[in-house]
């Protein structure tokens, strides 16, 4: 797992670093039980501060993205979330906020951004046949 920050998007580092670890999962690329880097070797690595990295964990163990196991480190959870439905649909809900606000600022039209959102999850459903196909969960 590869994760790139950019300081200049105005996005605070822990978030980005949490909305590459979910987008990981989501395509697969990280499988549930995965473990994921430490947090001194990971802050070392994208030159941070070991906070950033423990406040980006923390984000998404609260979501049920990963699980901490004392002693043994951060994984990947099975994919079960621990969040209530309505709490995911509220985080859901923000993140297409910000789709249909950056639709808008684009002048994409209602019907266009259906499409789309139809086409990207025809490719999302792809992607998970093709991971389950090659045996990645």
Same mark, same amino acid.
Request: aromatic share 4%.
């Given at each position: 797992?590869?994760?790139? &920050?950019n300081?200049?998007s105005g996005?605070?580092v822990?978030?980005?670093?949490? *909305?590459?670890? $979910?987008?990981?999962?989501?395509s697969?690329?990280? $499988?549930?039980? %995965?473990?994921l880097?430490g947090i001194?070797p &990971?802050?070392?690595? &994208? $030159?941070?501060?070991r906070?950033?990295?423990?406040k980006?964990?923390? %984000?998404? %163990?609260?979501?049920?993205v ?8 951060c =994984? ?6 621990r969040?209530?439905k309505s709490? +995911?649909h509220?985080?859901?809900?923000v993140?297409i *906020?910000q ?6 600022? &684009?002048?994409?039209s +209602?019907?266009? =951004?259906?499409q789309?959102v139809?086409? $990207?999850? *025809?490719? =999302?459903?792809e ?5 389950a196909e090659?045996?990645?969960?």
């Amino acid at each position: 797992m590869h994760l790139q &920050l950019n300081y200049q998007s105005g996005l605070p580092v822990y978030l980005q670093i949490a *909305d590459q670890i $979910r987008a990981a999962a989501a395509s697969g690329a990280l $499988r549930p039980g %995965e473990p994921l880097p430490g947090i001194r070797p &990971l802050a070392e690595q &994208l $030159r941070v501060n070991r906070n950033t990295i423990a406040k980006a964990y923390t %984000e998404l %163990e609260n979501q049920g993205v990963i699980e901490t196991i004392a002693g043994k480190g951060c =994984f990947l959870a099975d994919g079960q979330s621990r969040l209530k439905k309505s709490a +995911r649909h509220d985080l859901l809900a923000v993140e297409i *906020d910000q789709a249909v606000v950056a639709a808008h600022h &684009l002048q994409v039209s +209602r019907p266009e =951004f259906l499409q789309l959102v139809e086409e $990207r999850l *025809d490719h =999302f459903a792809e992607q998970q046949q093709t991971n389950a196909e090659k045996g990645h969960p």
